[in-house]
C-alpha cells in the first residue's frame, strides 16, 4: 500500500555544459508520524535538499503501529521527478493515526504550468484527510496566496476512494482554484500535502490506505478561456447594447 507524490520538473539546456532548472528547491522537510493511542509517537524527518535523492524511512511505535515510506528523487536528461511512496497501516486503538505530510518550497525561472491529480483509496473506516496546496509566498498570506488548494476531511467513511480536486469529504471539502495552472517566475512557491488516516473516537479494527498523487510542472502558460456560462452573458450584453442603439436611432433620427 502506499501513497506516490511526484513532481515532474522541466529542465531547459542552455547549451551542452550549461544547464539551467526551470524549477529549483531551496528547501523541503517531509514528515512521517505514526501514532498507536499513546502519547508514544514517532517521526521521520528530512529536509536535505539533494539531487538526485534516494531514500527509505520507517515509523514504528511501541505499540507495533508502522508507516514506512520510500523516497527517490531524481533529474534525468530534460526532465525529472520526485517520487514518495508512503505505507499507511494504523490500529484500532483510540487516537491512533497515521499520517503522511511534506512541505517542498521552490522557485521557477521561467513563466510554467503546473498540473496536479491523484487519488486516496482507504479501506476500512474512520477519519480522513487528504490535503494539497500550492501556495504562492511571495503573494501577502492567506487566501490570496493561494494557488490552488483541495482539501477533504471525513469524519465516517468506509472504503472509499478520494480523488485530488474532488468533492469526497463527508465534513469538508475546499476546492481554491483551476487546473491548470500558472506559476510566475522568481516568485516562491510552497508545495503542501497532507494524507492522513486516524480512528475515530470510540476505536474500531483498524484501517489502511493507498493512492497516488502526482505533480507536474512545465514551461509555458496557461491561455484563459471564457467558461460558456461567461461567454452567453457576454453575447447578451452585446445583444442588448445593440437593441438600445436601435432605439436610440428611432428616436433620434
Known amino acids: 500500500m502506499f501513497v506516490r507524490l511526484c513532481v515532474i520538473l522541466a529542465v531547459a539546456s542552455q547549451c551542452s555544459t550549461d544547464a539551467r532548472a526551470d524549477i529549483v528547491f531551496s528547501d523541503w522537510s ?39 515510506a520510500q523516497y527517490d528523487f531524481s533529474v534525468i536528461g530534460d526532465s525529472g521527478s520526485l517520487e514518495f511512496e508512503f505505507d499507511l497501516l494504523r490500529s484500532g486503538n483510540i487516537d491512533s493515526q497515521n499520517i503522511a505530510t511534506g512541505d517542498l518550497f521552490f522557485t521557477v ?54 480523488v485530488v480536486g474532488g468533492l469526497d469529504g463527508d465534513y469538508i471539502n475546499a476546492l481554491v482554484g483551476d487546473l491548470p495552472g500558472n506559476l510566475i517566475p522568481t516568485h516562491r ?41 461567461s461567454f452567453a452573458i457576454f453575447l447578451i450584453g452585446v445583444a442588448g447594447l445593440c437593441f438600445l442603439r436601435q432605439q436610440r436611432r428611432r428616436h433620434f433620427p
Request: charged share 15%; hydrophobic share 35%; proline share 4%.
Open 109 to 162: 525561472t521561467t513563466p510554467s504550468v503546473f498540473e496536479l491529480d491523484g487519488l486516496f483509496n482507504l479501506t476500512g473506516d474512520g477519519y480522513v484527510h487528504v490535503r494539497t496546496v500550492v501556495r504562492d509566498l511571495t503573494v501577502s498570506g492567506g487566501a490570496a496566496g493561494r494557488v490552488y488548494q483541495s482539501k477533504q476531511l471525513s469524519l465516517n467513511t468506509t472504503d472509499q476512494e478520494f
Open 30 to 68: 517531509l514528515m512521517l508520524l505514526t501514532r498507536d493511542g499513546t502519547t508514544d509517537i514517532s517521526n521521520v524527518i528530512d529536509s536535505t535538499v539533494a539531487l538526485p535523492y534516494s531514500t527509505s524511512a520507517t515509523a514504528t511505535t511501541t505499540g507495533g503501529t508502522t508507516s514506512t
Open 189 to 229: 512557491y510552497l508545495l503542501q500535502y497532507t494524507y492522513g488516516i486516524i480512528t475515530p473516537t470510540d476505536g474500531d479494527d483498524g484501517a489502511s490506505a493507498t493512492g497516488a498523487f502526482t505533480f507536474n510542472i512545465n514551461p509555458g502558460s496557461v491561455v484563459v478561456v471564457p467558461e460558456p456560462s
